[in-house]
């Protein structure tokens, strides 16, 4: 078995393309190895800022051969008379370069087998990993020096090896050959002889090009330097996945700032360090921020001084902007930047920041009448919760919107409560993010993000495959878990219809938007539960109470009894039009009616979705024996319809768990 190895050396590409291509390339070369019929063991794609790297192990040296059976002419036409080739029978003979007696004649067609030798898979590599480069995406593509074939940044190298030979190919406007290059201030024009000695030749010229081993390596030095300052790290996957592709030889250099800086909003420091810097905060033990931070160098050599001087220039710069702002803003209470939201339009015909906000207060009012709490708190979370939009530093660092306002809410002294429902009435940030913990953030959050919704479904710009205006996929996603989180008992369908009320603009969008909120409650809960049971227990209306609905999804998805299922589906197939629900126990004729009658009545739901499936399923053979002895069309309309009203009766216990016709 053998080994390849495909190496594209380029300038430093964008971070967010490297993620892409990595997928892309794998996804491109198993595809060509598989359609192509070449047996691999594994593919496995590195990369740094400055390369692209291929390795595939296990590769068969050649494609197998392939015996192929080819349709020819009718036999009439492929022979004469006298059982002799005719021009048309040498001519597919000719064709598919087999000999005349090789030929066979079935069902009165005649057939050749063919045997195709398989390429040499070098010979394979050849013609397609130039296709398979040449068909990489990403965002800003663009054509390098007079060539026509667009990519992420211009090509410097590029090495092919198949075990101890090269394999010739040129990608856009380089030749490949069996050289590299190592870390830009390390070795260059570095011989790799065969894939064995590719990574470690590599990190012996300062660069791991293994991106996992690159990642450990990061978390690693961080750790360490933590360790020697008593203080830790809280770094999120999406900030070392970044950093991780800025490098090729990571180096942990410990930098700080002046403590004064400590004085404005946490948050603050620490987005001007990880979101506009990359830095790692360091923390002290209790979770306190501290005035250092570590910043992963793509560096060789052991001389930091410029490093950390460089560093705190940049960083002293952005905190000054910042204490500046914190002191301009806080010289007025938070309320009184709520006037200045008019002037700031929230979406094209749906009225300004304020007037939203204004939408936000009526619905967070509905919303707890329905929950039935009453706290002054929610009301005045919902009247605040904007207001940081209006402030100069949110308006530098927009990602801080909410967590301002929370700390600006405590400066002008509003309450605990209030802050804190400021900051979280945006929860969940992500989809993997938690979702608020106070009712004033439950709030407010679903009023916030339900009139975001509806509004954007109104202005007829509804999400359509990669376009999601104002992000309402992620919006609906925050209600269902923040409604299933902290169960609580809110009629979305309803809420939905007093939104559209308060819109300045009004469209029959009811529909599309509950469509929407099954669709994303679906996806939401599609990795725990079947989606046979999802879909089910959707078609009485999800939104009229989520909680209710993943309820009877849990008790379906335990399981089912196929008998259950089957009777149910027959009492549906009967009751296919509509019939009276009046039944007159005194029409019944036979035993098996009033045993069925009595079992029907005798089914309540308490709540409990699991006992009430074992109530149903428990009935099964009254249910069965009624199909065996009572015909339900029976002669006498009377009699006829009492059987169907009972049916009915049935029909109705069943579909409170779920529509059995989808199961």
């Known amino acids: 078995?053998?080994?390849?190895?495909?190496?594209?050396?380029?300038?430093?590409?964008?971070?967010?393309?490297?993620?892409?291509?990595?997928?892309?390339?794998?996804?491109?070369?198993?595809?060509?190895?598989?359609?192509?019929?070449?047996?691999?063991?594994?593919?496995?794609?590195?990369?740094?800022?400055?390369?692209?790297?291929?390795?595939?192990?296990?590769?068969?040296?050649?494609?197998?051969?392939?015996?192929?059976?080819?349709?020819?002419?009718?036999?009439?036409?492929?022979?004469?008379?006298?059982?002799?080739?005719?021009?048309?029978?040498?001519?597919?003979?000719?064709?598919?370069?087999?000999?005349?007696?090789?030929?066979?004649?079935?069902?009165?067609?005649?057939?050749?087998?063919?045997?195709?030798?398989?390429?040499?898979?070098?010979?394979?590599?050849?013609?397609?990993?130039?296709?398979?480069?040449?068909?990489?995406?990403?965002?800003?593509?663009?054509?390098?020096?007079?060539?026509?074939?667009?990519?992420?940044?211009?090509?410097?190298?590029?090495?092919?090896?198949?075990?101890?030979?090269?394999?010739?190919?040129?990608?856009?406007?380089?030749?490949?050959?069996?050289?590299?290059?190592?870390?830009?201030?390390?070795?260059?024009?570095?011989?790799?002889?065969?894939?064995?000695?590719?990574?470690?030749?590599?990190?012996?010229?300062?660069?791991?090009?293994?991106?996992?081993?690159?990642?450990?390596?990061?978390l690693e030095l961080t750790k360490k330097e933590a360790d020697k300052l008593n203080a830790i790290t809280k770094i999120s996957d999406d900030l070392l996945e970044e950093v991780t592709f800025l490098c090729e030889y990571p180096v942990a250099v410990v930098c700080n700032f002046d403590e004064a800086f400590l004085t404005i909003p946490q948050e603050v420091a620490v987005t001007v360090m990880e979101t506009h810097q990359r830095y790692f905060a360091l923390y002290t033990k209790d979770g306190k921020l501290t005035n250092k931070f570590i910043t992963i160098t793509n560096y060789v050599g052991n001389e930091f001084e410029n490093i950390k001087a460089g560093n705190l220039r940049v960083i002293k710069a952005r905190l000054d902007d910042a204490v500046f702002f914190f002191n301009e803003d806080t010289k007025r209470p938070l309320e009184s930047y709520v006037e200045n939201l008019k002037g700031m339009t929230f979406q094209k015909g749906m009225g300004s920041v304020y007037d939203k906000t204004q939408r936000i207060v009526k619905l967070s009012e509905k919303i707890s009448s329905e929950l039935g709490i009453n706290k002054p708190s929610i009301k005045r979370t919902a009247e605040l919760c904007k207001a940081d939009l209006a402030t100069n530093l949110v308006f530098e660092f927009t990602e801080l919107q909410g967590f301002i306002g929370a700390d600006y809410a405590r400066v002008s002294g509003e309450s605990s409560e209030v802050a804190e429902g400021i900051k979280e009435h945006y929860f969940p940030l992500n989809a993997d993010s938690e979702t608020a913990q106070s009712i004033e953030g439950q709030v407010v959050g679903i009023a916030d993000k339900i009139d975001t919704i509806c509004a954007v479904f109104v202005s007829g710009k509804k999400p359509t495959g990669s376009s999601d205006p104002l992000g309402v996929r992620r919006a609906a996603l925050g209600i269902i878990k923040t409604i299933l989180e902290h169960n609580l008992k809110l009629d979305v369908s309803k809420l939905i219809d007093e939104t559209l009320a308060l819109l300045p603009m009004k469209g029959d969008v009811k529909k599309d938007v509950e469509e929407f909120f099954v669709q994303r409650l679906i996806i939401f809960l599609n990795n725990d539960y079947s989606k046979n049971a999802l879909e089910a227990c959707s078609t009485t209306n999800p939104c009229k109470d989520f909680c209710d609905y993943l309820e009877r999804v849990k008790a379906i998805s335990a399981g089912v009894d196929e008998k259950l299922v089957e009777n149910a589906n027959r009492v549906l197939r009967i009751l296919k039009d509509e019939v009276s629900s009046e039944i007159k126990p005194e029409l019944f004729v036979l035993d098996a009616e009033k045993e069925l009658y009595k079992t029907i009545n005798s089914i309540t739901f308490n709540g409990d979705y699991k006992k009430y499936l074992n109530d149903l399923t428990e009935i099964n053979p009254v249910v069965t024996k009624f199909f065996d002895d009572v015909l339900v069309m029976d002669k006498d309309e009377k009699i006829k319809n009492n059987r169907l009203a009972l049916l009915k009766s049935l029909k109705n216990k069943y579909i409170i768990l779920t529509d059995f016709s989808r199961m």
């Open 1 to 218: 078995m053998s080994k390849y190895l495909l190496e594209v050396g380029v300038e430093e590409l964008p971070y967010k393309f490297i993620p892409m291509a990595i997928s892309q390339l794998e996804n491109g070369f198993k595809n060509f190895l598989e359609s192509n019929k070449v047996k691999f063991d594994n593919i496995k794609v590195m990369a740094t800022p400055r390369r692209l790297a291929v390795l595939v192990e296990g590769l068969s040296t050649t494609q197998p051969d392939v015996e192929k059976v080819v349709k020819g002419p009718i036999a009439k036409v492929a022979f004469d008379e006298n059982n002799n080739l005719t021009k048309a029978g040498e001519g597919f003979a000719k064709k598919n370069g087999v000999n005349p007696q090789d030929l066979y004649v079935e069902d009165n067609y005649v057939y050749a087998k063919i045997l195709i030798k398989g390429k040499n898979t070098k010979e394979l590599l050849q013609e397609n990993v130039p296709t398979i480069f040449s068909k990489l995406q990403g965002p800003h593509f663009m054509r390098w020096g007079n060539n026509d074939v667009k990519f992420s940044r211009p090509i410097r190298w590029v090495l092919s090896i198949l075990d101890n030979e090269e394999v010739k190919i040129r990608i856009i406007d380089k030749d490949s050959s069996n050289i590299t290059n190592g870390h830009r201030f390390s070795k260059q024009n570095i011989v790799i002889n065969n894939p064995d000695e590719y990574v470690d030749k590599l990190k012996d010229a300062c660069v791991i090009v293994d991106q996992e081993e690159r990642k450990e390596r990061i």
